[in-house]
């Protein structure tokens, strides 16, 4: 419960992919990249799912799925052999953005990162979402390293 308000957060399912793409697809640069309804969604979630290295997570609020976010956890050498845990593909539904609810899901996959042992946890951001940088930066995350992509 979050303010009398029923929640929580759990491993998404093959069932909440649908709710999941209509998330990511629900801003100005996910409206021009993503396809909800695409069979390609359910084939990357079965490969999501087998790896027990990902944890594709669903907020619910009255039992809808109301944000997701993907955590990935990378055993390196650097850093004496740390293992880090990298945030994906954040979203909170429009419904409930400023709702607090998106900082409870965080809060939620820093300590799932704490407690599968990781040393730190990272996130990139598209340079185009002032909002989402401020609200990494409430959260204690430093803008520490340049971000770079290679599109194949």
Request: hydrophobic share 40%; aromatic share 6%; glycine share 10%.
């Amino acid at each position: 419960m979050m303010d009398g308000v029923p929640m929580q957060i759990r491993r998404a399912e093959a069932a909440d992919v649908p709710a999941i793409v209509d998330m990511i697809a629900d801003d100005q640069l996910g409206a021009n990249r993503e396809s909800p309804g695409d069979p390609r969604y359910l084939a990357a979630f079965a490969q999501i799912d087998a790896d027990p290295n990902q944890y594709l997570a669903v907020l619910e609020v009255d039992g809808k799925v109301a944000g997701t976010l993907q955590l990935t956890f990378t055993p390196g050498l650097s850093r004496l052999g740390m293992t880090r845990a990298t945030v994906e593909a954040v979203r909170v539904h429009a419904d409930h953005r400023g709702s607090g609810f998106g900082q409870h899901l965080f809060e939620w996959a820093i300590a799932e990162a704490r407690e599968r042992g990781c040393g730190l946890v990272q996130l990139t951001t598209d340079a185009s979402r002032g909002d989402a940088q401020r609200f990494y930066e409430r959260l204690g995350f430093e803008a520490s390293h340049i971000g770079m992509k290679l599109k194949l």
